[in-house]
């Protein structure tokens, strides 16, 4: 008997132990699609990189693509974003190539790109990998000879002559405006998403400029597509609606990164930051916001990171990894990109020069680990911490017992500088980029020396 209950007891010891373990892996979970997590659980500390399959290798293939795959993960990606698949029009194509965003048929690829099966094996192995993926979706407007088009003319915008059009306001002339009044059509989109996600696996959808599309339709569209499988939605959108009334996790903060560019071209102090925080407390607490400094349309359009922020280009990339929201990495970011890569024809990127892998994967470790930094309401809330100069920015983030400090010079001189109460309490906190750590006071003066365009960055 007392054998049996010894037995008993070292079972229940065990359980308990495990039940522990389970809970503390959890909290400090990195994302990984084998663990059947809910969409709120793995996107809570997790970044997204955007792929430009075209440019991504000189072959331009999902085959070729594959093979970065375990250096992202080594990176410390969780989200691949990969740009539009779809066959590309013909009709009043522009360029070379044509637009990725100008789809003739929703339900097929791109040749140049790869096959069906292609791309199928693309996301088993970044599933594999433990990574998820999103694919671009283009719902606001299609190619011209879109098999829609052809078949369903009344499914798209006219003009006055009785035309199909491009979408007005725009000089978008390579793409025809698709008419969200026919209901016929809204049920052929929603067909066409779930299509996606029943053939391929994916995790969901970056929703081409889904402000030009009704938030009713995208209710519809996620409720619907969520019966199949639970999805990430991403809006490159900036606007609160997009999370209350559309129902998406995450939306593009546009206002950060045109924030950023006013701060480098001197036409905003740094100051800004903060003004701009208070007014994105207009959005939900469980809305994610997307941080960049680059993208595929900001790349070829306006300019390279270096283009647009010179020499405080790391400083804007700390301030993006670091301020509420999830970090954007765009094809290429990591390998010093420094050429606007060409929109409708084939740009290869240059990777021999990948000296920027290290800096990102400190910032995404630190992502990761840190729930003070983790994505919408299970981020640590943001405070300013006043310093003795206008061009040096700090803030910390804290979350329980868990706190980061973030000090940026935005100026082209060496500055020695003193914050003052900067931590809610005294504690040692481990330098990110550098060996060491610093006993901050809550109380006393913290200085701290930085290099022209430093930055500091502290966890506890």
Same mark, same amino acid.
């Not at 007392?2 to 359980?15: N, S, T, V």
């Not at 309490?425 to 481990?430: H, L, S, W």
């Given at each position: 008997?007392?054998?049996?209950?010894?037995?008993?007891?070292?079972?229940?010891?065990?359980?308990?132990?495990?039940?522990?373990s389970a809970k503390k892996e959890l909290t400090s979970h990195k994302p990984n699609w084998k663990d059947g997590l809910s969409v709120a659980q793995w996107s809570k500390n997790a970044n997204i990189y955007e792929v430009n399959v075209r440019q991504y290798s000189p072959e331009g293939t999902f085959n070729a693509f594959v093979k970065h795959l375990p250096r992202?993960?080594?990176?410390?990606?969780?989200? *691949?974003?990969?740009?539009?698949?779809?066959?590309?029009?013909?009709?009043?194509? $522009?360029?070379?190539?044509?637009?990725?965003? %100008?789809?003739?048929?929703?339900?097929?690829?791109?040749?140049? =790109?790869?096959?069906? +099966?292609? !791309?199928?094996?693309?996301?088993?192995?970044?599933?594999?990998?433990?990574?998820?993926?999103?694919?671009?979706?283009?719902?606001?407007?299609?190619?011209?000879?879109?098999?829609?088009?052809?078949?369903?003319?009344?499914?798209?915008?006219?003009?006055?002559?009785? +035309? *199909?059009?491009?979408?007005?306001?725009?000089?978008?002339?390579?793409?025809?405006? =698709?008419?969200?009044?026919?209901?016929?059509?809204?049920?052929?989109? *929603?067909?066409?998403?779930?299509?996606?996600?029943?053939?391929?696996?994916?995790?969901?959808?970056?929703?081409?400029?889904?402000?030009?599309?009704?938030?009713?339709?995208?209710?519809?569209?996620?409720?619907?597509?969520?019966?199949?499988?639970?999805?990430?939605?991403?809006?490159?959108?900036?606007?609160?609606?997009?999370?209350?009334?559309?129902?998406?996790?995450?939306?593009?903060?546009?206002?950060?990164?045109?924030?950023?560019?006013?701060?480098?071209?001197?036409?905003?102090?740094?100051?800004?930051?903060?003004?701009?925080?208070?007014?994105? $407390?207009?959005?939900?607490? %469980?809305?994610?916001?997307?941080?960049?400094?680059?993208?595929?349309?900001e790349n070829s359009w306006n300019g390279t990171v270096k283009e647009r922020y010179g020499d405080a280009a790391d400083v804007f990339a700390v301030l993006a990894f670091t301020l509420e929201g999830m970090p954007l990495l765009y094809s290429g970011q990591e390998a010093n990109l420094n050429k606007r890569l060409s929109f409708f024809g084939k740009d290869t990127?240059?990777?021999?020069?990948? @000296?920027? +892998?290290?800096?990102?994967?400190?910032?995404?470790?630190?992502?990761?680990?840190?729930?003070?930094?983790?994505?919408?309401?299970?981020?640590?809330?943001?405070?300013?911490?006043?310093?003795?100069?206008?061009?040096?920015?700090?803030?910390?983030?804290?979350?329980?017992? $868990?706190?980061?400090?973030?000090?940026?010079?935005? @100026?082209?001189?060496?500055?020695?500088?003193?914050?003052?109460?900067?931590?809610? +309490?005294?504690?040692?906190?481990?330098?990110?980029?550098?060996?060491?750590?610093?006993?901050?006071?809550?109380?006393?003066?913290?200085? !701290?020396? =930085?290099?022209?365009?430093?930055?500091?960055?502290?966890?506890?």
């Open positions: 008997m007392m054998k049996y209950i010894k037995y008993r007891l070292f079972i229940f010891i065990g359980i308990l132990f495990f039940s522990c992202l993960k080594e990176l410390g990606v969780d989200i *691949i974003w990969i740009m539009p698949i779809h066959p590309i029009g013909v009709k009043k194509r $522009k360029g070379e190539l044509g637009s990725p965003y %100008s789809s003739k048929n929703y339900k097929a690829v791109n040749p140049d =790109l790869g096959t069906l +099966q292609d !791309f199928k094996n693309l996301v088993k192995k970044a599933h594999d990998l433990g990574m998820f993926v999103l694919l671009d979706w283009v719902a606001n407007h299609s190619a011209f000879d879109n098999v829609w088009a052809l078949e369903h003319p009344d499914w798209y915008t006219h003009d006055s002559l009785g +035309q *199909i059009t491009h979408p007005q306001g725009t000089d978008w002339t390579d793409v025809a405006d =698709l008419n969200y009044d026919n209901p016929n059509m809204r049920a052929a989109m *929603i067909d066409a998403m779930k299509y996606w996600v029943k053939e391929t696996n994916i995790d969901g959808y970056r929703c081409d400029v889904a402000g030009f599309v009704p938030n009713d339709f995208w209710k519809t569209a996620i409720d619907e597509i969520k019966t199949i499988k639970d999805v990430f939605m991403l809006a490159e959108w900036d606007d609160p609606k997009m999370h209350t009334e559309a129902g998406f996790d995450m939306s593009y903060g546009w206002g950060f990164h045109h924030m950023t560019n006013q701060i480098a071209k001197g036409e905003e102090m740094p100051e800004r930051i903060d003004a701009f925080m208070q007014e994105e $407390k207009r959005y939900p607490a %469980s809305a994610i916001r997307m941080n960049f400094t680059t993208n595929h349309d990127i240059d990777w021999s020069d990948l @000296s920027k +892998q290290k800096f990102f994967k400190k910032l995404l470790e630190l992502k990761h680990e840190n729930p003070a930094l983790w994505n919408g309401e299970n981020g640590g809330a943001y405070r300013k911490i006043e310093t003795d100069d206008p061009l040096v920015f700090a803030y910390a983030r804290t979350k329980g017992e $868990k706190e980061v400090v973030v000090i940026l010079n935005f @100026s082209d001189t060496s500055k020695n500088i003193t914050l003052t109460k900067p931590v809610m +309490q005294e504690a040692v906190f481990q330098y990110l980029f550098t060996a060491g750590s610093k006993k901050m006071s809550s109380l006393g003066e913290n200085k !701290f020396e =930085l290099p022209k365009y430093g930055y500091v960055v502290l966890s506890k």
